[in-house]
Each structure stands twice: as C-alpha cells, then as structure tokens.
C-alpha cells in the first residue's frame, strides 16, 4: 500500500536533509506507528506519505513515493483526498470553521468529494459512532475539548474512507484523559483493519498495545524496524531519544539486578511484564 | 462567550424556512424601496406594514426590533443634532441660547432615518432568520466562488476565538509584569506585546489550516454536494423574480421622478 524508495528530502532553505535515504514498504491494513525523537523527521515522513512534501512545503526531494497506488511526486494533495488522510498535532487548526455542528463538519469532505446526501448521512453516523462522538453531533465544533476535537479531526477523514490515514501526533497537546479518547477511537479503527495506519507518536505504551509495527527514526534515517516488542526493546533505540516503556525499564532493572534470568525477552505491555515477572 | 460571531437565532418559522436567496431578495428590494420611496413617512409606513408583521411571522419581533433601535438611534439623534442645529438658513423651532432647531434640518434628518431604517431593516431580517452557512452555499450554489463562502463562513467563527487568544495573550503578558490599565500612551504601548504574538501566530495557524483543507478535498476537482437541504419552490422562485422587478420598477419611477422635479 505504501512504498517509499531511497528518498531523501531537504525542506527550502535548509542544508541538512529532513530524510536521509528511507525505505519503507507498508503492506495493506497494517497498523504501523513510527517513534523518534523531536526533529527526527516524524512530520517530514507523515507529510511525504500525504503528498504535502514535496507539493506544498517544496524543497528537494529525491526517490520515490507511491501510495495507495499512486505516485505521490506527479500528483497534487487536493486529487488524493478521499484517498490519504492527514490527522495533525494541533485539533483546532484541523476544524474548517466553515461548519456549525460536528455532523456537518465531518459531512464536509464528503461534501467536496461529491458525495451523494443518503451516502453522506450513514458514513457520519459511522464515523461517529467508531470516535465515540454521536452524542455531541448536534454541538459546536468549537464547544468540544481538545480530545474531543481531535476525535472530530480523525472522524473527519475516517468517514472519508481513505485508504490510507497518516496521523503526526495526534495525541501530542492533549492530557491524559484526551489522550486516552483518541486511543481508544484508533484502536477501534485498527480492528476494525480495512485500512492501513501511519501513526507518529511519542506515548509508547499506548502504541505498544496495538501497532502491528514500529519504525524509529533518528536525525531523518530509519535506524530500527519491526515488530514492536523487537524494536522497543532494542538497543538501536536506546541511542535515539525514544526513551523505553516503564515495563520494560523495569523488567531492565530487575534484569541487571538478577532477580529475572537475562535471556527472558523484555515486556512493552502490562500483559507482557506480568509474565515476565511471574 | 458565544461559539459564533452571528445573531442568527433559531426558531421554527416559515420565515426561517423560507429559502436564503427569497430574504435576500426582500432585504435587497427593502433597501431599493428605502432609498426610493419619496415623502417623509412612506419609509416607516413600509416598514410598519411589511417589515414588522414579516419579523412577528418569524417569532423574532422583539429581537428585530430591538435590534433595529439599537442601529437606528445613534444615527437618528447625530442626523437630527447636526442637522437640525446646524442647517444654514431654515426656519427656527426652537431657540436655546445661541442655538436654533432648524425645521429644514428636522425634516431631512426624519427623511434620513426613514431609509436608514428601510436600507438596513430588511438585511437584520435576512440576518436574524437564516443561518450564516445557508446563504453562503444557496450563494455558492449559484455561482459565487466558494473560497469566498469559506472565508465568510470561518471569520463569523473564528472572530470569537481570536478574542478568547487575544484575551489569554494578554493574561500572560500581565502575569509577566506588563502593564496595560493607566493612560493612553501606557496603553498604546502594552498593545504590541500583545499584537505581535497574536498576529504571528494566526499566520502560522494559516499553513496548517491549508493543509488540513487539502486533506478535507477543499479543492477537489468535480461536482459539490451539500448536506443541508435549502427548501425552494415555484412560487418562491416567482416571489425572487417578483422582488427583482419591484426593484427596477422602484430604481425606474424614481429616476424619472427625479428628472421631472
């Protein structure tokens, strides 16, 4: 579904490139989350899966980029909407403004695409009811918190049905409670597995529950990727300001410690330190 | 704070039903009718006769009409101020010291306000009674670009939370030590620390918001569809084109008035 080749990109007036040489191959339906520290060319990635780099931001790109079947570098972001979605950091910024209630905000994509009234009444509902939002539809936009917002943002392209959905932090400036509603509204859409997730995020232990894959990026280069227990546990990452889940720095711990044999793999979940410990 | 910078106010009405493009045609032919209706009091006898019973049709009489004063008035009383006192020649009223009220001047002020009221009855009547979003896309429908329905649509929106950032800017400005109450002149200078951060951040807001309405298909190539429904009909469709012909007649009769007189 998604197939990066060699590509290197420099934003304008930059001299160090934002991605050094990234090949990534994601087949279709797959939940595949990349970790790395700030600047480690998270965004860059997000929007090179979208078509905003090079289309929007400019600067130099080489290699090559296809999703969903198209080749990103020929086509224009306005043509694959419907196609690749975009969920970003910032909830208020994703809200047209242009719209008076939740339902016609999320209506609003569909309305751009063409889509016939009937059609656009029963995907709302749907996307509605997966982000936990059918009891604010009649709402202001403005009047939700900022999870609820950002649920709106990924209804909002959910009920596109692109796919392919790109979310760059999505959780990021929200709290814990916030946090938590966009979980649980991505974990709904990862079982749901008809399309295929790129998700950039910093909270690992929400990612260890349900990303099928993990790629760390370090200053632009992909340096680890595979399963998620393989790559959080990895020593790769350990370099790369990634940081580790509380499970597994304590299975570390005791680790180091002697309390639990060293070739016992290392837990990313609850589940998987309670095993490890018992 | 209210959500949206509109005075809008939902009812179930037959005005509020009617389609947008049916009240902005009455609210056009209320302002050609104010500006060419002749006489002193034909205005408000216009505006008595139509305008109120349509406002009380739509449930909003108290509210158009509150809001109707509220406009009117501060241009009633300068028209009649500075005309009335200061019309040269005329016929003095009344005499206050130096001061005269000049009938001349009354009588062109009470004129004046006549169309003021007209000219500006019928839009608080579009406004009052149609949602903001159903007359931008009945516009966008016809033709109107829809950047420009966009823009119109997200200022109304936004102006409420550009005062919430303005105001929370300012808060943590003056929790830093800036001041901002005294004279004017400490004023104008606690008003850049508090532009500046408000400015630059809306421009940045603008690259993500186009991204984000590229993600939305804002300029997907092909047909539009809508989810709100505009009710239209023959005879609202007739009534439109009625309207439109009411006004040349109105912009006509008053020319030709005007080049007999």
């Given at each position: 579904m998604i197939h990066v080749h060699d590509l290197t990109y420099r934003y304008p007036g930059q001299s160090r490139p934002a991605l050094l040489?990234?090949?990534?191959?994601?087949?279709?339906?797959?939940?595949?989350?990349?970790?790395?520290?700030?600047?480690?060319?998270?965004?860059?990635?997000?929007?090179?899966?979208?078509?905003?780099?090079?289309?929007?931001?400019?600067?130099?790109?080489?290699?090559t980029i296809s999703v969903a079947g198209r080749d990103l570098l020929q086509t224009p972001p306005g043509e694959l909407a419907g196609e690749i979605g975009l969920v970003f950091q910032n909830p208020f910024n994703q809200i047209t403004g242009a719209r008076f209630t939740v339902r016609e905000e999320v209506a609003f994509g569909l309305e751009n695409l063409g889509l016939p009234r009937e059609e656009i009444l029963s995907r709302i509902d749907e996307a509605l009811a997966l982000t936990g939002l059918a009891d604010v539809a009649d709402r202001s936009p403005y009047a939700l918190s900022g999870?609820?917002?950002?649920?709106?943002?990924?209804?909002?392209?959910?009920?596109?049905?692109?796919?392919?959905?790109?979310?760059?932090?999505?959780?990021?400036?929200?709290?814990?409670?916030g946090t938590r509603e966009v979980f649980a509204a991505l974990s709904?859409?990862?079982?749901?597995?008809?399309?295929?997730?790129?998700?950039?995020?910093?909270?690992?232990?929400?990612?260890?529950?349900?990303?099928?894959?993990?790629?760390?990026?370090?200053?632009?280069?992909?340096?680890?990727?595979?399963?998620?227990?393989?790559?959080?546990?990895?020593?790769?990452?350990?370099?790369?300001?990634?940081?580790?889940?509380?499970?597994?720095?304590?299975?570390?711990?005791?680790?180091?410690?002697?309390?639990?044999?060293?070739?016992?793999?290392?837990?990313?979940?609850?589940?998987?330190?309670?095993?490890?410990?018992? | 704070m209210s959500e949206t910078f509109s005075i809008y106010l939902a009812r179930e009405s037959g005005l509020h039903r009617l389609h947008p493009l049916t009240k902005l045609a009455l609210a056009g032919f209320s302002m050609v009718a104010g500006?060419?209706?002749?006489?002193?009091?034909?205005t408000y006898a216009a505006f008595a006769v139509v305008m109120l019973p349509v406002a009380a049709w739509g449930k909003i009489l108290g509210a158009y009409a509150r809001a109707v004063w509220r406009l009117l008035l501060p241009f009633a009383v300068s028209l009649l101020l500075v005309q009335g006192l200061f019309w040269t020649g005329g016929t003095p009223l009344i005499r206050v010291g130096p001061l005269s009220l000049?009938?001349?001047?009354?009588?062109?002020?009470v004129r004046s306000s006549g169309r003021i009221l007209l000219v500006t009855g019928g839009f608080l009547l579009l406004a009052l009674s149609t949602r903001p979003d159903a007359l931008m896309i009945a516009l966008a429908q016809r033709g109107m670009p829809r950047s420009i329905a966009y823009i119109v649509l997200t200022t109304l929106q936004i102006v409420p939370r550009f005062q919430a950032k303005a105001d929370a800017i300012l808060d943590a400005q003056?929790?830093?030590?800036?001041?901002?109450?005294?004279?004017?002149?400490?004023?104008?200078?606690?008003?850049?620390?508090?532009?500046?951060?408000?400015?630059?951040?809306?421009?940045?807001?603008?690259?993500?918001?186009?991204?984000?309405?590229?993600?939305?298909?804002f300029s997907h190539p092909g047909p539009k569809t809508s989810l709100l429904v505009l009710a239209d009909s023959a005879s609202q469709v007739a009534a439109r084109w009625g309207l439109l012909a009411g006004m040349v007649v109105l912009i006509v009769a008053r020319l030709v008035a005007g080049c007999w007189a």
């Open positions: 040489d990234v090949n990534l191959d994601v087949p279709a339906g797959q939940f595949c989350a990349v970790v790395g520290a700030n600047a480690a060319g998270k965004s860059t990635l997000c929007y090179a899966l979208t078509g905003f780099v090079p289309h929007f931001y400019r600067g130099k790109l080489q290699g999870g609820q917002q950002q649920r709106l943002a990924i209804a909002s392209m959910v009920v596109m049905r692109p796919r392919v959905l790109v979310l760059d932090e999505p959780t990021s400036q929200l709290d814990p409670v709904a859409l990862a079982a749901a597995g008809d399309t295929t997730v790129v998700l950039a995020e910093h909270k690992l232990e929400w990612l260890a529950a349900f990303a099928q894959r993990v790629v760390a990026l370090s200053g632009g280069q992909i340096v680890a990727d595979g399963p998620p227990r393989e790559v959080l546990t990895s020593p790769e990452i350990k370099g790369c300001g990634v940081g580790q889940t509380r499970y597994t720095q304590a299975a570390r711990v005791a680790q180091r410690d002697g309390l639990v044999p060293a070739d016992k793999p290392l837990p990313i979940t609850l589940q998987q330190a309670i095993d490890f410990f018992t | 500006l060419a209706l002749p006489g002193l009091w034909l000049k009938l001349e001047g009354v009588i062109f002020a003056r929790s830093r030590g800036l001041e901002t109450e005294g004279n004017i002149l400490r004023r104008v200078r606690a008003l850049l620390p508090l532009i500046v951060p408000l400015v630059l951040g809306s421009i940045l807001d603008i690259e993500e918001r186009a991204i984000a309405l590229e993600a939305r298909g």
